[in-house]
């Protein structure tokens, strides 16, 4: 069988892209599985109520650390710039320790 140069070219884009198409995917499940430096664990997760805020949540998840320090874990785990939280809310919890 013969290819042509546009048919050689076509079967090398192919190639190309099938790589790397491969090679994105790999990467992102990697680098998801993979806490980054300095960002605590993720543990479960909890649907914010009425009436809650983070020091609430906090100190119900882990009784025995300092909610200021579960809070701090909470805002880096779900990139919150501020403290405000509003109902129906879905946060990650760091793990209990």
Wanted: with cysteine; hydrophobic share 45%.
């Amino acid at each position: 069988m013969r290819l042509t140069r546009r048919g050689r070219a076509a079967v090398l884009g192919f190639f190309l892209v099938v790589n790397t198409t491969c090679g994105i995917l790999l990467a992102s499940a990697s680098r998801a599985a993979d806490p980054a430096p300095g960002v605590p664990a993720a543990g479960p997760t909890a649907v914010v109520g009425p009436h809650d805020t983070l020091w609430s949540i906090a100190s119900r998840h882990d009784p025995g650390r300092s909610p200021a320090a579960v809070v701090a874990d909470i805002r880096r785990l779900n990139d919150l710039s501020g403290s405000v939280v509003h109902p129906g809310e879905s946060l990650l919890l760091p793990r209990a320790e």
